[in-house]
């Protein structure tokens, strides 16, 4: 079964018009699936074949070379950055040719230093994360607890009865394979033990100095950690927002996995029920919506950027997006009873900003939208789905 993907009309226009295409994402959320539904004329070779990345690596030239004039998929490329300078070749032979070249990649950290040493203009760089709520068929997408419990991966929304043994596996996988790879951790059950400290951490400031103290390692170790989670596409690190507000601001970032269902692993959650009513329920909705956010921002090729707020005072906003010269300052909370109270850091948000701000909104767990004040509307998660497609 294939779920159309709401970045495959951004897929075909940048085949169209570049002789390389770089789709990059985290293992497992549909980028193979995705170009060969896309290109089913097209090639295919993985770099997780052993043979194939021993070939690519002794004979780059002759690797290339036997494609002819069909375009090829190329599954995992990171594993053979010696290629890109043999592909800018290839690419400058015949340069007019768009669309040969369809590329993936589950290493942002080492594969863009070759990328941008080698294929620069002559490649669109494109990422495709796990599924986005409103890519997931409505009979897939029922409760809130659900969408939360089994996030957005392929293979789990397609047979959720897969789910624990599927994570575990991921898991297991993603530090034994990937993490190895891209550093020498010699422990990696210590490994594992940052993992799930940034777990616990989720939807929260990234505190260096208490991940380092929690997993007894140096502070350099876990920054260095956490680029390459993020590298990875294991999490996303928000900046805080600046833009003329003094000095209120903080400067560390807000840390999110960009999939709940791999938070929920990692902090033994019990079951949906224990997620959506337990001490991280919050954590767990403003994730997901902050995730949602960043797919819905890929997925349609906005030019936008995310933000949180807070101030030495205490008032926070969870989230401002930036997009088409506006600002959408957000609150987002779990509760189904939005009262006065969410409203007055956006209301204070709004005053400091000025103008380029739009109206602020409180995304919560409610029934129907309902202002809070004359600036401040509260929004249902399902109302607020939409309106973000809007934006």
């Known amino acids: 079964m294939y779920i159309h993907r709401r970045i495959e009309a951004i897929v075909r226009q940048a085949a169209e018009g570049f002789p390389a295409v770089l789709v990059s994402g985290p293992r497992q959320s549909g980028k193979t699936t995705l170009l060969k539904t896309l290109f089913p004329k097209a090639a295919y070779r993985s770099f997780d074949d052993p043979a194939v990345q021993e070939f690519a690596v002794a004979d780059p030239e002759g690797f290339l070379l036997q494609f002819g004039e069909q375009a090829v998929i190329l599954d995992e490329v990171q594993y053979v950055p010696g290629l ?13 040719t768009h669309g040969k070249w369809l590329l993936t990649g589950s290493q942002h950290f080492s594969m863009m230093h070759a990328v941008s040493d080698s294929l620069a203009g002559r490649v669109a760089l494109l990422n495709v994360f796990p599924f986005s709520y409103s890519e997931i068929p409505a009979d897939m997408s029922s409760k809130l607890q659900d969408v939360l419990w089994n996030g957005g991966y392929p293979e789990i929304l397609l047979n959720p009865a897969i789910r624990d043994i599927w994570l575990a596996s991921y898991i297991r996988t993603y530090i034994e394979r990937d993490v190895r790879q891209i550093i020498n951790v010699k422990d990696l059950g210590l490994f594992q033990t940052f993992l799930s400290l940034c777990a616990a ?164 767990n409610c029934r129907e939208a309902k202002p809070l004040t004359r600036n401040v509307t509260a929004l249902p998660w399902s109302a607020f789905m939409e309106w973000l497609q809007s934006i």
């Not at 592909?87 to 400058?92: N, S, T, V």
């Not at 989720?202 to 680029?227: F, Y």
């Not at 987002?332 to 900003?353: Q, R, V, Y």
Request: hydrophobic share 45%.
């Open 84 to 96: 890109f300078s043999y592909l800018k070749m290839a690419i400058d032979a015949n340069r007019h």
């Open 201 to 364: 951490n989720h939807a929260q400031e990234c505190n260096l100095a208490s991940i380092s103290r929690d997993c007894g390692v140096a502070q350099p170790t876990v920054k260095r950690w956490l680029a390459i989670l993020e590298a990875s596409f294991i999490i996303t690190l928000v900046k805080p927002f600046h833009a003329n507000l003094g000095k209120r601001l903080v400067k560390s970032p807000k840390l999110y996995f960009t999939d709940s269902a791999l938070v929920a692993w990692l902090t033994r959650q019990a079951d949906k029920d224990a997620l959506f009513h337990g001490a991280m329920g919050g954590a767990f909705f403003e994730g997901w919506i902050i995730n949602e956010i960043v797919r819905v921002l890929n997925n349609t090729g906005k030019n936008g950027e995310i933000f949180f707020w807070r101030s030495r005072e205490g008032l926070e906003i969870d989230c401002i997006i930036e997009a088409n010269g506006r600002r959408y300052p957000l609150e987002i909370k779990m509760t189904a009873t939005p009262t006065l109270k969410h409203a007055g850091a956006l209301e204070k948000f709004l005053k400091l900003s000025g103008t380029g701000s739009d109206r602020g909104l409180v995304v919560c």
